[in-house]
């Protein structure tokens, strides 16, 4: 199965890498990356990737969206907008971290689904789906085919928490040990909400 990352410029690396690492070591993956329009992405720490047509993306697999200050803009972008909207459509899965989320609810695929999103933005994020249901208490959410999680390293936990639910533990476990990783495996542990836990 793929994994599809959606890039675009000033996307927030960690958001993008994080599950990469997590994404790439499950044999029966394999990483694509796309952009609407193809060529160079740079992400917000001057990562440099070379992407895909998005128009040349299959259907099925996994679509990934990072955040990022690039998201901003996007929110506001109807061709990209539609766009991603049909990319969601013809996905197995969907997977959103930090303000990733703000684009996929921007689609309206999100309402009267649970979602999160980073904390620091949660009501920037909000306000761009007042129909979808936010748990500003989460480090990763799963409603339908849907996983959101918080900010940026939340995109780890809820990344190892998908393998966790299609692999098992064992897989999940075998993961962490390889990359020395301490996975918060609770998703409703959210210690960046606002007054704790």
């Known amino acids: 199965m793929n994994v599809n990352c959606l890039l675009f410029n000033d996307f927030e690396t960690l958001d993008l890498f994080g599950p990469v690492e997590v994404f790439g070591k499950v044999e029966e993956y394999s990483i694509k990356y796309y952009s609407m329009n193809g ?31 690039g998201t901003r803009t996007l929110v506001n972008d109807n061709e990209f907008l539609s766009k991603l909207k049909c990319m969601v459509e013809k996905s197995a899965w969907c997977l959103t971290v930090c303000t990733g989320a703000a684009l996929l609810a921007k689609t309206g695929l999100l309402d009267n689904c649970q979602a999160t999103t980073n904390k620091i933005a949660f009501v920037w994020v909000k306000s761009k789906g007042i129909k979808v249901n936010w748990q500003d208490k989460a480090r990763w959410c799963v409603d339908k085919k849907y996983y959101t999680s918080s900010g940026i390293s939340a995109g780890i936990d809820m990344s190892i928490g998908f393998v966790f639910d299609r692999f098992g533990a064992e897989k999940a476990k075998e993961i962490t040990k390889m990359m020395e990783y301490e996975w918060e495996n609770n998703a409703d542990k959210d210690p960046f909400v606002v007054g704790g836990n």
């Open 39 to 69: 060529g160079n992405i740079i992400s917000k720490q001057s990562a440099s990737i070379n992407t895909e047509n998005a128009d040349t993306m299959g259907s099925g697999g996994i679509l990934l969206i990072p955040g990022g200050k």
